[in-house]
């Protein structure tokens, strides 16, 4: 009795979690729309699945504690050494999306990304910490947030 009452609870929360992303999560069309508006045609977009409420949570925790990003630091370094000077990053969980970011931007120098733009497109109580350690790095800051009402 006990195992079916915490599965139970575990299936609620895992289905509040994808019920809670759905507000903010964008089609690839609108990704797409607010990246070019953010950075202009030659931009590269990075994606971050989100994985409901305890699996994005879980990665979080990893983030924030360990510095494990999912190879996040991995695909965005590898796409400065390609060239690449706009790069847009989007989630569906913008907590998620902001710790990647935050922990990917800490392993830069001081002005090491100059000539880098990042557009973050997420909620925008995540933006004013990312916009800090993007100016650190150098590089310029831009936002969209994920509803109607754009910045």
């Known amino acids: 009795m006990f195992s079916k009452s915490v599965l139970s609870v575990v299936l609620i929360i895992s289905m509040y979690g994808c019920a809670a992303k759905s507000n903010h999560s964008l089609n690839n069309a609108e990704v797409l729309n607010r990246s070019l508006s953010c950075l202009g045609a030659d931009t590269l977009i990075i994606t971050t699945p989100s994985r409901g409420l305890i699996g994005d949570s879980m990665a979080i925790s990893s983030a924030k504690s360990l510095g494990s990003d999912g190879g996040f630091y991995d695909d965005f370094q590898k796409n400065i050494d390609l060239g690449i000077k ?66």
């Open 86 to 151: 706009n790069i847009a990053v989007y989630s569906s969980s913008s907590e998620k999306v902001s710790v990647y970011l935050l922990n990917t931007l800490s392993k830069y120098e001081d002005k090491e990304l100059k000539g880098i733009n990042i557009c973050y497109i997420g909620d925008a109580k995540y933006s004013e910490k990312i916009e800090k350690e993007v100016i650190r790095t150098g590089a310029d800051f831009k936002y969209k947030i994920p509803i109607e009402s754009n910045k």
